[in-house]
Antibody
């Protein structure tokens, strides 16, 4: 069974940094691209990033480009999201998601980790 | 950026009825569209990929259709657990984008 477990969320002040982790199991991690999608409280879904299976290619939403960096360690079956220069409007539940196999559809998703940016 | 517009925002139906949810893209995306279901307090779940392909384990009452700019998610006979929120997502162009969601509520 595929499992994705996010960690690293919490309360941070505007301008601060956090690093999210997503520990994967139940599939061959190194052969799938991975994504991050976020959801602000009471709002819809917003795509954040995708990283290729090898980690050699990364893609970002304009809203986070230059502030967030996605990476992965295939030896540890873990994806990361380094978030710098956090803003109040980055407050959201951040979901880690596995690429479906058909590229850039997400299936399944982790349970999410809440990031709150507030002074 | 490709904008996806879902309609209606809220759909009120009764169990056993047929539901038709719409997703319109601001430009042609061929068949590069997926549908997700999100239950309260849970992560989204992929229902349909590439416009009309059911994901693993998804009941046959869920079906998708469309291509180009107009897409439909149909639920043939609503079960009580289907009254939640549905999102479409395009993968045709970067950035990937989601629609704003349709809430299916019990009439």
């Amino acid at each position: 069974e595929v499992q994705l477990v996010e960690s690293g969320g919490g309360l941070v002040q505007p301008g601060g940094s956090l690093r999210l982790s997503c520990a994967a199991s139940g599939f061959t991690f190194s052969t799938y691209a991975m994504g991050w999608v976020r959801q602000a409280p009471g709002k819809g879904l917003e795509w954040v990033s995708v990283i290729s299976a090898s980690g050699g290619s990364t893609f970002y939403a304009d809203s986070v480009k230059g502030r967030f960096t996605v990476s992965r360690d295939n030896a540890k079956n873990t994806q990361y999201l380094q978030m710098n220069g956090l803003r109040v409007d980055d407050t959201a539940v951040y979901y880690c998601a596995k690429d479906h196999g058909e590229p850039n559809y997400f299936d399944p998703w982790g349970q999410g980790t809440l990031v709150t940016v507030s002074s | 950026e490709i904008v996806l517009t879902q309609s209606p925002a809220t759909l009120s139906l009764s169990p056993g009825e047929r539901a038709t949810l719409s997703c319109r893209a601001s430009q042609s995306i061929s068949s590069h569209l997926g549908w997700y279901q999100q239950k309260p307090g849970q992560a989204p779940r992929l229902l349909i990929y590439h416009a009309s392909n059911r994901a693993t384990g998804i009941p046959a009452r869920f079906s998708g259709s469309g291509s180009g700019t107009d897409f439909t998610l149909t639920i043939s006979s609503l079960e009580p657990e289907d009254f939640v929120i549905y999102y479409c997502q395009q993968r045709s162009n970067w950035p990937l984008t989601f629609g704003q969601g349709t809430r299916l509520e019990i009439k």
